[in-house]
């Protein structure tokens, strides 16, 4: 058995929810009508029918003759009924009297009961379906909440206050509802006793069956009479006895009593077209629906009794009438196509299933099988026609309409028309196949308003996308030109409509999977949506009133290449990222993966971008947008409502609210002044530029992203460690907003220590060893200390010419100038000792430089004797010694005494700088920056 209910929820235009109770059961459950037939009727009620041109009219109502007997302190009323357009407010049932009103509203957003002298009124969500007979009860009383029933169900809302608080009151203290003296109007709101309407508050439609009880009735009673299970008569005012004043554009006809008790309509729809079985599944999911699959004996009667009645155009001699929904799998088990699921009700005709092996689909045949099954070949030459089992009723979107004043944008499908679906607009048009084979949208109202859908080679229905054709200038279009519009029955907000008509889940747009059955999901996957009027060379407005506006800048140094401080120069690897936001762009199918919110180059060069130059690189170079750029979408605020006037579902997004973020890799030279006053101990600073271009601070201001600059890179150089970086504003006279990132570069000195002040420390202690041999010893002394000499400048020659030339000194060239200074001084007190030291007589010393054998020098001897007979000789004595030996060790003690303060000075000063510089609080950025800016 099929469930006797469902409720639905669609959308209204204002985005409200609205509860349409749709209910679908088997023809065979429904009561026959005629059980509730008034005898002598013969299956015939009384139709009053408003409205008939369509067009909104005041003169067009239905007046009750009659007369109410006494004041009502308890009323219901029930009704059945069929709306042509909705208007407004659709007003059905008015009644009003100079002390109460009493009104029942269908308008699209939901039925509403009037009580004035009551004080409240019922606000609900349903919707009152176009083109379908439907049933309502409410039983009212000043005491009780308002009753409300819709096709056997109670529909529940919201109260609401009304009225001016005036009531009257019988002797009992009862609130009475309903005066003598009222008058009672159907299809008009009565502003004054059936006087004053208004067009934009009338009825288009049909009534009947309308009932007027004077008690409130139970819940049971209303369900039955709703459901077309019983016919009550009112005693108050009865339908087969009521006579009424009828207005103009109106008629009384009478129709059959079970065509208008078909409350509950059958979720069928025969589409007599041929096609083959994935055209015909795509159709019936295309309206919401699939291929229908009878589930029992009950529901295989119905269907072929309904498939039946297309034979004409179907079938001919017992050939496949219509497809079914079943099925063959790979395990050769018959299921329901698109679900999967196991068939457990067969209607095989005799002989089938054959299983011939290409015949994997199923097939209902004609009258001489009367509806029996036969498996069939699902090959593309193999048409046959389809039944569809739908959610009734269908309602379809027009997309792409961009004056909803000659065309609606909402429209159900209503029977057919010329052998095709008819579609019903809500307030003013229609959709229909004409004679000369055409599908036109048309204006009711002004019938040379019109469009006519291009026949593109595909299946020949309006649902799904298709270029339509106006008769007249539409969308700012002159006539004839061609529009993109959309017939969609899939839900809003959450669903994009596939050219073929079928549906998908809005996210899975432009997600770079195919999900269309057409592939039509992957196309036009644009990101930016270009304003009219946008120029790409004018910077955006900020958010904030006559402020410049933000960009936001962050700077990934990967690596350094190179580091020439004796040029000057520096190479560094870079990524360049700047974030901004444009509120004059709009984004479409933004994901929350930012990776596939991508701007491709092309569209990059129609939207505004900041340049930035580096300001003291090489060659005068700037950010540039090309192949290498990776621009994106970060995807922040929440997507606006759905604009139902683009042919095309998307979710798109406000530009102030989502950021352009835009990443580049850079390979740049920049210049840097290094100091080499401290070589090799020093500690360098510097500087890389980034300023904003062309466009001055009044309009671009720069402002760091997080720490500005971060750092991937290895610590350690070749010569430097990058100790640290700081990015602050540019200070510059010119009215252009800039940052200034300074880069801490420690010189490694490792390696000069040891090839350089290790060494030459080395040499003047072998310098200053030579005062250890014996003092008159001058031939060895002299030339290991000329030696240590010739080292000195020559390695001081050498590293030289690895140093920039300079104005100032370096502390290098200090250390050199005293080691060899300490070397000359060692030299000149050789010399000096050698200059005191007096040889004895007669005797030469015999060494020369030129003669490297050893040569044994005997100091003079004297005695106290000789010095009294040689008097003549000046005696070479000082302090008690001989003034070699004095000179000598005198000598040794002040240069060694020198060299070691010297050397504790120098160090001292070297590394203190260096310890100053390395105790500098300098960001250091290794971690990338969380979250965007504010």
């Known amino acids: 058995m099929w469930n006797p209910s469902r409720v639905r929820e669609t959308k209204g235009s204002d985005g409200e929810v609205a509860t349409v ?14 059980s509730a037939q008034t005898e002598g009727q013969e299956g015939r009620i009384k139709v009053l029918s408003l409205q008939e041109s369509f067009i909104p009219d005041i003169s067009s109502f239905a007046r009750w003759q009659g007369g109410f007997p006494r004041a009502l302190t308890e009323v219901t009323i029930c009704y059945r009924l069929r709306i042509f357009y909705y208007r407004p407010e659709v007003t059905v049932f008015s009644y009003f009297s100079p002390k109460g009103e009493i009104r029942t509203d269908h308008n699209r957003l939901g039925v509403q009961v009037l009580v004035t002298a009551a004080g409240r009124r019922l606000n609900t969500q349903l919707v009152t379906p176009l083109m379908q007979w439907s049933a309502f009860c409410v039983a009212l009383s000043a005491a009780e909440p308002i009753a409300l029933y819709f096709n056997g169900e109670r529909i529940e809302g919201t109260y609401a206050s009304a009225g001016d608080g005036t009531t009257t009151k019988t002797a009992a203290g009862s609130v009475v509802l309903m005066e003598p003296e009222g008058t009672l109007v159907l299809g008009q709101d009565q502003d004054a006793a059936a006087d004053i309407y208004d067009a934009t508050q009338s009825l288009c439609g049909a009534v009947t069956d309308l009932n007027v009880w004077s008690r409130r009735m139970g819940s049971e009673e209303m369900a039955r009479v709703t459901r077309c299970l019983e016919r009550g008569k009112g005693d108050v005012l009865s339908w087969d006895e009521a006579e009424f004043e009828m ?56 269907v072929y009794g309904l498939a039946d009645e297309a034979t004409e155009q179907c079938s001919v001699e017992g050939e496949p ?51 029996g099954w036969a498996d069939q070949s699902c090959r593309k030459s193999y048409k046959v026609c389809v039944l569809c089992t739908l959610k009734l009723p269908v309602f379809l979107r027009f997309r792409g309409i961009c004056d909803s004043t000659l065309y609606d944008d909402r429209f159900v499908m209503a029977g057919t028309r010329n052998g095709k679906p008819y579609f019903r607009g809500y307030y003013r048009s229609h959709i229909y196949y004409t004679e000369e084979r055409m599908w036109r949208l048309q204006n009711i109202m002004m019938s040379e308003k019109f469009a006519e859908m291009n026949n593109d080679g595909s299946l020949d229905f309006p649902v799904g996308r298709h270029s339509w054709e106006f008769s007249h200038g539409f969308c700012g279009r002159e006539k004839h030109q061609q529009h993109s519009l959309t017939l969609s029955q899939c839900a809003k907000n959450d669903e994009f409509t596939c050219d073929d008509g079928t549906c998908i889940v809005i996210n899975k747009v432009c997600d770079r999977r195919v999900q269309c059955p057409d592939g039509s999901d992957e196309l036009d996957c644009s990101t930016v949506n270009l304003p009219k009027g946008y120029q790409s060379t004018l910077p955006p407005p900020s958010l904030t009133l006559n402020a410049p506006l933000p960009v936001f800048l962050n700077i990934t140094l990967r690596s350094f290449l190179e580091i020439n401080a004796i040029e000057g120069r520096f190479k560094a690897e870079m990524v360049v990222l700047m974030l901004w936001r444009d509120q004059r762009l709009r984004f479409q199918h933004l994901r929350s993966d930012r990776q596939l919110n991508i701007i491709l180059p092309s569209e990059a060069q129609n939207i505004w971008v900041p340049t930035i130059d580096f300001l003291n690189a090489e060659n ?27 042919s095309k579902e998307a979710r798109i997004y406000e530009g102030r609210e989502n950021y352009i973020r835009n990443s580049r890799k850079y390979t740049i030279v920049f210049l840097c002044s290094f100091n080499f006053f401290y070589y090799p101990f020093n500690t360098d600073y510097c500087s890389m530029v980034f300023r904003v271009n062309k466009n001055t601070e009044t309009y671009v201001t720069l402002e760091k992203y997080g720490a500005g600059t971060i750092y991937t890179g290895r610590d350690n150089l070749r010569e430097y460690k990058i100790g640290g970086m700081e990015t602050r504003r540019y200070q510059t006279s010119e009215p252009y907003s800039g940052l200034e990132t300074s880069v801490q570069m420690r010189h490694l000195y490792t390696t000069q220590v040891v090839t350089v002040f290790i060494p030459t420390t080395l040499i003047n202690i072998i310098s200053f060893a030579t005062f250890s041999f014996k003092w008159f010893d001058f031939q060895n002394r002299i030339m290991v200390s000329l030696t240590a000499l010739l080292v000195l400048s020559t390695l001081f020659s050498q590293v030289s010419d690895s140093l920039p030339k300079t104005s100032y000194f370096k502390l290098i060239d200090v250390w050199f100038f005293s080691s ?16 005191h030291h007096h040889y004895g007589h007669g005797e030469e010393s015999k060494s020369s430089f030129s003669n490297f054998s050893p040569v044994q020098v005997v100091p003079v001897e004297f005695s106290s004797g000789d010095v009294k007979k040689r008097g003549k000789e000046k005696l070479n004595y000082r302090w008690g010694r001989p003034m070699p030996e004095l000179v000598n060790k005198v000598g040794y003690r002040l240069i060694l005494t020198a060299y070691v303060i010297f050397f504790i000075v120098f160090w001292a000063v070297a590394f203190s700088q260096k310890v100053k510089e390395d105790a500098k609080n300098f960001v250091r950025g290794f971690e990338d920056v969380k979250g965007y800016p504010e």
């Open 21 to 34: 109770v749709v209910v679908v059961v088997g023809f065979l459950l429904l009561p026959s009508p005629a």
């Open 820 to 835: 060899i200074l300490f070397a000359f001084l060692t030299i000149m007190t050789h010399t000096l000792v050698e200059y």
């Open 321 to 371: 009438l219509t497809w079914l929904g079943i099925t063959k799998n790979e395990n050769n088990v018959w299921v329901h196509h698109g679900t999967g699921e196991n068939v457990t009700y067969f209607n095989w005709a005799p002989g089938q299933p054959n299983n011939v092996a290409h015949e994997t689909c199923t097939v209902m045949k004609g009258r001489i099988l009367k509806g």
């Open 620 to 646: 005068n170079l700037q950010t540039v947008v090309d192949a290498a750029s990776k621009i994106t979408i970060k995807r922040i605020g929440n997507p606006r409502e759905d604009d139902i006037q683009t």
């Open 247 to 302: 207005g103009q554009d109106s008629s009384v006809s009478e129709l059959k009593l079970q065509e208008t008790c078909m409350v509950v309509p059958l979720p069928f729809f025969m589409f007599p077209n041929h096609m083959q079985f994935t055209t015909a599944a795509g159709l019936c999911k295309a309206f919401g629906g699939s291929i229908v699959v009878p589930r029992n004996l009950e529901e295989q009667e119905v």
